[in-house]
């Protein structure tokens, strides 16, 4: 790597790599060198905008660019293990789009090779570094909200139809990211139920529930065909609870309530009467506004300059790669659980 400048190369310029050279380009510490996307519109187009940027229909021509030190790959998920693989063997750093990976083996494949090589593997989970999200490990590593009982995520809209990947692995690797982040131990089990109302064979509608071993849950609902759409997740402890609400303007709210029993009526059976509502306050905390995409590329550019553990690394895009494929089987079992190993 030059020592005064990061050289990155971008594989895919579609929807997604638009925003992330903008954002590579807008740090001081990173270059970028090169774009390729099999689009030759697309790359008129980014060329008009960045005309010292080198583009190609052949992602392997920055692949074999000696001078680029890192390949960020936001390309669809079928492609992102041959394209990481090839930038991995070569001995650089590798940014790719969520999930990392179509199937585990390979997940694991790519950390094998990237811890081979001495070099970073990131996984793209830009709300770990929302203002929002920052707040919510905040509480949950001061003990604020208390002991966790359940995580429930709501992610629907209208579209976007993927063609080669359900609805499950379009849109619930957000909030299982944000879900593994927060709780931060291993997961015991999923279940999910799915329909495909299109005709192509792919979910566009399903459920996803996560068990963990100390009676906390998780849940996630994903949708294509929603009318409106919604971004919430809510967080529930035994001393408060939070809100997030991504299309809100106070995106987050934490909420000083609960119910709880007695301890001299815990042996009697329960009745309306045996709880206790507690009823607090509602705070909406001030957020850091900085773009989140911005903060990530940010923190790969300083874990990679100062040879830091990522929180979105391999290992942590394994870990949704792994729900994911357990979430899967389960719909074709009908919401059978699904052990994770």
Not at 24 to 46: E, N
Not at 164 to 171: A, G, Y
Request: contains cysteine.
């Amino acid at each position: 790597m030059n020592d005064s400048l990061l050289q990155v190369g971008v594989v895919g310029y579609g929807y997604w790599g638009p925003n992330l050279v903008r954002n590579f380009m807008s740090l001081d510490g990173i270059s970028v060198k090169a774009v390729s996307d099999l689009d030759k519109k697309r790359l008129k187009i980014m060329s008009q905008s960045y005309p010292g940027i080198s583009f190609s229909t052949d992602y392997m021509d920055i692949i074999n660019d000696p001078a680029i030190d890192a390949v960020i790959v936001a390309t669809p998920v079928s492609s992102h293990y041959p394209i990481a693989k090839a930038a991995l063997l070569k001995g650089k750093h590798c940014f790719v789009e969520k999930p990392l990976a179509d199937s585990s083996e390979k997940a694991l494949e790519l950390i094998e090779i990237a811890d081979a090589k001495g070099v970073h593997l990131f996984v793209d989970y830009t709300f770990l570094f929302t203002g929002a999200v920052k707040k919510m490990k905040e509480l949950v590593d001061q003990g604020a909200l208390g002991d966790l009982l359940y995580f429930d995520s709501v992610r629907i809209n209208l579209g976007l139809f993927q063609h080669d990947i359900n609805v499950i692995w379009d849109l619930a690797p957000h909030d299982l990211s944000i879900m593994d982040y927060l709780i931060n131990r291993p997961a015991k089990a999923v279940s999910a139920i799915g329909a495909c109302h299109v005709g192509n064979g792919l979910e566009n509608v399903a459920y996803v529930s996560v068990i963990y071993d100390d009676n906390l849950v998780a849940h996630f609902h994903c949708n294509w065909l929603a009318p409106v759409k919604m971004r919430q997740i809510i967080l529930g402890g035994n001393e408060k609870m939070v809100i997030y609400d991504e299309m809100a303007a106070e995106k987050i709210k934490i909420y000083d309530r609960g119910v709880s029993r007695p301890m001299d009526q815990l042996s009697e059976l329960p009745s309306t009467k045996a709880f206790n509502y507690r009823m607090g306050d509602m705070v909406a905390p001030k957020l850091d506004e900085t773009e989140a995409l911005k903060s990530e590329c940010s923190y790969i550019l300083n874990c990679i300059q100062n040879g830091s553990k990522p929180i979105n690394d391999g290992e942590a895009g394994l870990r949704i790669v792994k729900i994911l494929e357990a979430a899967t089987q389960s719909v074709k079992l009908n919401g059978t659980a699904v052990e994770l190993a």
